[in-house]
């Protein structure tokens, strides 16, 4: 008897370290999702909320086939129609900047707030980009301007035209600039009459951006004009560094590599990073905590429900599908199997 008691205890033992040993996805953005009791099997996709990433469906010869065999399309949110026909909205840029004092205030105005140096920093922006109104500055306030020169330089750069994705994937809205991997999927599953859902409201979405404002230092208008005109008279390098990371980020996507992905240095690219960036603060912990971790707990409570109903292609940012508390391990531990599609092929 107690020889048996003996075993059974190393025998749990055993299994209790083959599943806490059991390797963390590393490779790999498109996974298929069974057993459990399904029926049918679902799959779990990894965005880059980028328009260039569309570029990874070429790279994936059966993601046509794998999207087409399921009934329903389940995304982090379901956009409304001004988001996705303007990314760059007033309404957006103001639930971004939500965390500033107000602006304009009557004793912190740019006649008052910028030095002489600055005044003529910002003169020079005026005249160089025939954009930008020096009279129009006292509505707008510091950060705004950032907002403004960045949808500029994206006006021009043109980083996706219509011309690049076939006429019927894309919006019939004609003043579309950018086009994103997930509004393409989006689209595309309303074309094949898939059931579109959001894993979250728009309520939910501003309750984990609140959450990550809630931990940043609210600024002085003094420290907000600085960092304005510091953009200003810099913008070319912070764009050039902004646009290594994204190169790098960009290059981990396209070789599918999870566990880089997670482990790159990563932020907010919004102004929330910008202030953080300059005032030496790292963000990367809090954007991982509200932004990954605490919207994966979320999701994982819906996913299981959703994917009982009915076959689903579940499209979510790459970066929410690695680690231990990504979507896949999360998956297996509800006991599902969960594997690359790649492997499917073997089987």
């Known amino acids: 008897m107690k020889t048996k008691i003996i075993f059974i205890i190393v025998l749990l033992s055993f299994l209790g370290c083959c599943k806490q040993n059991e390797s963390l996805p590393v490779h790999g953005l498109l996974w298929q999702i069974k057993g459990n009791g399904l029926s049918k099997p679902s799959y779990l996709f990894g965005t880059a909320h980028t328009p260039?990433?569309?570029?990874?469906?070429?790279?994936?010869?059966?993601?046509?086939?794998?999207?087409?065999?399921?009934?329903?399309?389940?995304?982090?949110?379901?956009?409304?129609?001004?988001?996705v026909t303007n990314p760059f909205s007033p309404e957006k840029t103001k639930k971004t900047l939500s965390f500033l004092k107000p602006w304009p205030v009557a004793d912190s105005t740019y006649a008052i707030l910028l030095t002489d140096t600055q005044r003529n920093i910002l003169d020079s922006a005026c005249q160089t980009n025939k954009n930008i109104n020096l009279i129009?500055?006292?509505?707008?306030?510091p950060m705004s301007g950032i907002n403004l020169i960045k949808s500029i330089k994206r006006a021009k750069s043109n980083i996706?035209?219509?011309?690049?994705?076939?006429?019927?994937?894309?919006?019939?809205?004609?003043?579309?600039?950018?086009?994103?991997?997930?509004?393409?999927?989006?689209?595309?599953?309303?074309?094949?009459?898939?059931?579109?859902?959001?894993?979250?409201?728009?309520?939910?979405?501003?309750?984990?951006?609140?959450s990550i404002v809630s931990h940043i230092p609210q600024l002085s208008y003094r420290t907000e004009v600085d960092i304005f005109i510091h953009y200003l008279e810099n913008n070319k390098q912070i764009d050039s560094l902004n646009g290594d990371y994204e190169n790098k980020l960009m290059s981990q996507y396209f070789s599918q590599d999870l566990d880089k992905m997670l482990h790159t240095k990563a932020g907010l690219k919004t102004n929330i990073e910008l202030i953080n960036w300059w005032r030496g603060y790292d963000n990367s912990e809090i954007v991982k905590r509200y932004i990954i971790e605490k919207r994966n707990a979320q999701w994982i409570q819906r996913i299981p429900e959703l994917i009982q109903e009915t076959s689903s292609f579940i499209a979510v940012g790459a970066g929410h599908l690695g680690g231990e508390k990504g979507l896949i391990n999360q998956l297996r531990e509800l006991n599902y199997k969960v594997i690359p599609i790649e492997d499917t092929l073997i089987e």
């Open 160 to 210: 996706l035209t219509k011309s690049k994705v076939t006429a019927k994937a894309l919006p019939d809205n004609d003043s579309l600039i950018v086009y994103i991997l997930d509004f393409y999927l989006l689209n595309q599953a309303k074309l094949h009459q898939l059931k579109t859902i959001g894993l979250e409201t728009k309520v939910e979405r501003q309750i984990h951006h609140d």
């Open 136 to 141: 129009e500055w006292g509505n707008i306030r």
């Open 52 to 83: 260039e990433a569309i570029q990874i469906i070429d790279s994936i010869p059966v993601f046509k086939s794998v999207f087409t065999s399921t009934h329903q399309f389940i995304c982090e949110m379901l956009p409304d129609s001004t988001i």
